[in-house]
Structure formats: C-alpha cells, structure tokens
Nanobody, 121 residues
C-alpha cells in the first residue's frame, strides 16, 4: 500500500509566498520521479515541476522562476516553494509519484488527494 500525502496549502494574499510538501509512505523500492500538478477551477490539470531520482528538476513554462521544487526521492519527500502568488495560482495542487513497488518490482504511478491553494485579498 502506497500513500501520497500533500500538505501546506491554505489562503494567502496576492504577492505572498507559500510552501507545500508531498510525502510518500509505503513499501517501495525507489521513486523514479515526483511531480507537482495543479488544477484551477474550470481548467485542465497542468504540470508545475518535476524532480527525478538523479536530483534533476524541470518546470512548466508558466512558472517563470516564481516556483522552486526541492526534495529527495530517497527520503520520499518533495517541496514546492511558491513566491509572488497571484489569484491565477488558485487551485488544487497535486503530488504525482512514479515509483517501483516492492515485491512485484513493477512500476506504478500514484496521486495524492491534493492540497488547496487560494490566493485572494
């Protein structure tokens, strides 16, 4: 059984910063890649950033330096630091994890339930 849990969301004012965290629990061999996605009301799910097992990161085009992904896949932990937040950043933020399961040694992808980020004055 694998669990993916996001935390740290909340209500912030425009221009403020927020950090959200993703933690993975369960019997796994290793995490291949962890990623943050978000979905704003009425919009499709969009990729924010990825962190792979080599420590390499990549970002979606809209990020433009405002968000920073960090973490350690060996510790099953990932963070997203978000700066200069605006109302357009409001949405539900999801953690996505692609990993190798213990036992079967098969690859599988898991999603968390998401954490809500609301930017409003």
């Amino acid at each position: 059984q694998v669990q993916v849990v996001e935390s740290g969301g909340g209500l912030v004012q425009p221009g403020e910063s927020l950090k959200i965290t993703c933690e993975v629990a369960g019997d796994i061999v290793n995490i291949i890649v962890m990623a943050w996605y978000r979905q704003a009301p009425g919009n499709q799910l969009e990729l924010i950033a990825e962190l792979n097992q080599n420590g390499e990161t990549s970002y979606g085009n809209f990020v433009k330096g405002r968000f920073t992904i960090s973490g350690d896949t060996t510790k099953k932990l990932m963070n997203l630091n978000m700066n200069s937040l605006g109302p357009e950043d409001t949405g539900r933020y999801y953690c996505n994890v692609h990993l190798v399961l213990s036992g079967t040694r098969s690859r599988s992808t898991f999603w968390g339930q998401g954490t809500q980020v609301t930017v409003a004055s």
